[in-house]
């Protein structure tokens, strides 16, 4: 799966106005909206610079506080936040406006939307980083400031890539913040980023790559004292040597992240469930591995006493004849491949799927990363030997799964 939540660092916003003001962003954003709504465009046209750039701040407190409860008022106020900052050039107020509509879409998997959006952004940082003015700071945008709003923007913008299965350009925008983390020394940051370039990679067959790419999470996790992340890591080696059908070699990884999460129950939960979704897999493959195994044995067995008796009784023609029977008859007792095991979570998206849930759907009905849900969806295509969703169906249907 694509666990796609980098971390994205957010230039601060400042509250508006003086003395009494709080925060709105966690509270009283109805407070706030009537503040707003006080200010009509003929008292906007007239009002001072300073007053402009507090309206300014109050409309992006209401974007950031909508943010996550409502996406309509998220975009409204972000727009009502560049009718004041993209006539006057105030590129950060922009660049935050900007961002967060493309976060919007992006959330609802209107891609081609959110990368109109993300790019009106990044244009916005690149004429912070060219020396444009700031409103609020005569000596202009400090060189902090404008990497915070690059690693932020590289990171989206490389989620967005990726989603749209453009790799090669996700990869990119990944590597131009990666050199961000390092310059600052955000070694969580980084860890966190190549274990999501690992994701990638296991997700596009590329196992080499994903190898490297989760050997440098853990140097960088490693290096931050994280232990959540080193287990997360954990977690991307278990995933790994599954993929590669080193199943023993897998296991352990495994098993120590589920005990990591099992004491750390308030992190990630969904962690934890696709940690022990990958359990329930390897040892699935450890199972058929083992009934394979068996059944190669008893056919060898059952051949080579068919072959003594035969010698022994001399019935060289029919001894060779019994024994090839007795392989395919063993052979036949081996699961159909059009009636497949499959997990409990794999049946759970399989019927979703079959009553034609969405990719975003299927992610919140059952609480899981819309990359998680890709992954499930690859595995059960492979499962099933088809190419696309309604040959899937088609053939669950006839195996009697659903």
């Known amino acids: ?18 003395g009494a003001y709080n925060d709105h962003r966690g509270h009283n954003l109805d407070s706030l909206e009537r503040t707003v709504a006080r200010w009509t465009p003929d008292a906007i046209d007239k009002a001072s610079e300073q007053e402009l750039i507090n309206l300014n701040r109050a409309y992006r407190d209401l974007m950031l506080g909508y943010h996550v409860l ?18 006057r050039q105030w590129y950060a107020a922009d660049a935050d406006a900007y961002r967060y509509i493309g976060q919007i879409f992006y959330g609802r998997e209107q891609y081609d939307s959110a990368r109109v959006y ?28 404008i990497d915070d709003y690059y690693s932020a923007l590289y990171g989206s913008i490389g989620n967005l890539y990726n989603m749209m299965d453009s790799i090669p350009q996700a ?11 390092e310059k600052y020394g955000w070694n969580e940051s980084n860890s966190i980023l190549h ?40 977690k991307g080696y ?4 599954m993929e590669e059908g080193k199943t023993w070699k897998s ?18 939960p969904n962690f934890r469930t696709e940690n022990l979704d990958y359990m329930q897999e390897v040892l699935s493959r450890q199972k058929r591995q083992l009934g394979r195994l068996t059944g190669t044995l008893t056919a060898l067995i059952l051949v080579v006493i068919g072959l003594f008796i035969g010698r022994r009784k001399k019935l060289a023609a029919k001894a060779p004849e019994e024994a090839d029977t007795s392989a395919r008859s063993d052979n036949r007792a081996n699961p159909s491949e059009e009636a497949p095991e499959l997990s409990a979570r794999e049946k759970e998206i399989l019927d979703l799927l079959s009553k034609g849930y969405t990719t975003g759907q299927i992610a919140q009905a059952l609480n899981l990363s819309q990359e998680t849900i890709r992954w499930y969806r690859k595995k059960l295509l492979e499962k099933f030997d088809v190419s696309n969703s309604p040959e899937l169906i088609s053939r669950a249907k006839e195996a009697g799964l659903i």
């Open 251 to 268: 296991l352990p990884y495994l098993r120590k992240a589920d005990a990591y999460y099992a004491a750390h129950p308030d992190y990630a």
């Open 238 to 241: 278990g995933r790994l040597y």
């Open 195 to 234: 274990y999501n370039m690992g994701e990638t990679w296991i997700d596009e067959g590329d196992l080499r790559k994903a190898k490297a790419e989760y050997d440098k999470a853990m140097a960088f996790a490693q290096a931050s004292g994280d232990s959540l992340m080193i287990v997360d890591v954990w």
């Open 1 to 18: 799966m694509k666990r796609l939540i980098l971390l994205l660092l957010f230039p601060a916003i400042f509250p508006i106005g003086a």
């Open 118 to 145: 993300y790019m009106a952004s990044l244009a916005a940082a690149d004429a912070m980083a060219a020396g444009a003015t700031s409103p609020t700071d005569t000596a202009g945008y400090t060189q902090n400031m």
């Open 171 to 181: 990869m990119a925008y990944y590597e131009k913040a990666g050199a961000i983390f």
């Open 70 to 87: 409502n996406g309509d008022k998220c975009v409204f106020y972000a727009r009502k936040a560049l009718s004041i900052s993209h006539p």
